[in-house]
């Protein structure tokens, strides 16, 4: 199983709280209600941080976490029609790509 995991900031001049409100009851919609993401997506999250004493604060407004069955589901999903032009436009309006950081994992658990 293939995972992509991105460590998005948000873009300029936006709020955090706006940030967490579009990615969640914007962004994270559409991308689940296109067709592709039910044939090909086997899992999607989007985490936010939290307040946590003791802890640093964040470096990133967001996570968000897409796993795929493998590469040819990958490759599918993101040359669809609907991915290219309904969700993929919907990003640069929230995510400093920038600033953002992605990583493609094997993800394995452990407990």
Same mark, same amino acid.
């Given at each position: ?6 460590? #998005? %900031? &948000?873009?300029?001049?936006?709020? !955090?709280? *706006? ?10 919609? +559409? ?9 090909? #997506? %086997? &899992?999607?999250?989007?985490?936010? !941080?939290? *307040? ?10 967001? +996570? ?48």
């Amino acid at each position: 199983m293939i995972k992509l995991a991105f460590m #998005v %900031r &948000r873009i300029e001049g936006m709020s !955090p709280e *706006e940030f967490v409100r579009h990615h969640r009851e914007q962004h994270a919609p +559409l991308f689940a209600s296109i067709p592709e993401a039910k044939q090909y #997506v %086997r &899992r999607y999250t989007i985490s936010h !941080p939290i *307040e946590a004493p003791n802890y640093p604060a964040p470096t990133y407004d967001g +996570l968000t976490e897409i796993w795929f069955d493998n590469w040819a589901d990958h490759d599918a999903f993101f040359a669809s029609d609907n991915y290219k032009t309904l969700v993929q436009p919907d990003e640069p309006t929230f995510v400093s790509f920038e600033t953002s950081f992605s990583l493609v994992t094997e993800e394995r658990t452990v407990i």
